[in-house]
């Protein structure tokens, strides 16, 4: 007998139970992307290679393992850079928010470029909500494949799957996906999209995984989206 977690969804694409309740702070033309100063990059060596590298357990963090021995960078919300005192670490670990002011995104996306002509990773969460424990794929707009057909990149798709801890870690070399040049951007983007759902979504549902955490689907109804199984534990 053990318990498990139901939580109730009613918007895939942007339901999210992080649950931080963090008040987002502005990221606008001022925003530094990129330090480039000695004592920074010194410092940020020491704080991704050798204290959280050794010791990371989270998902973010995950691009890191694939990427090594090269530095990953990571795009990510700008929740990351608004809890107090830990915006200039989280900035360290290779964390890229994205702008809440269009001022910003020039600098945004003149980051990107810089880290991937210095043969870094840049990974990004398409799906971009967190759902603890999820053992499927949900569905994701193309927005996050336009940098790499910006870049002519190629893009390398990963899935975390669950499964009862045994034995030694196993890594695999995965393939590469590249934009085809034949296609408008656009065109080339959607596709890059849907070859990446398909692989991911394979990848997922070939796995014999633990679920630790249960998503119900609950309609949305006129007093807004139901949370009442949220949370709750059910003995099976």
Known sequence: MRAERVYAYSDPLNDDFAGTNITTCRVGKEFRFVRSSLLWRAVSFVVYYVIAFPTQILDAFLPAIAAFPRRAYIVAGP???SIPGIKHLVMMLGALPIPT???????FLDAISLRYRQNACVAMFPEAHIWPYYTGIRPFPDTSFRYPVKENAPAVAMVVTYRKRKGLFRFLKRPVMMPDS?????????????????????VAGSKDQICYIRYEYKPKTDTG??????????AI
């Open 101 to 107: 002011e269009m001022s910003a995104m020039r600098g």
């Open 79 to 81: 929740d990351v850079v």
């Open 225 to 234: 989206v139901p949370r009442e199984a949220e949370g709750k534990e059910h």
């Open 182 to 202: 034949s296609l408008t951007p656009r065109r080339a983007q959607r596709a890059l999209r849907n070859r990446a759902l398909a692989f991911m979504e394979a």
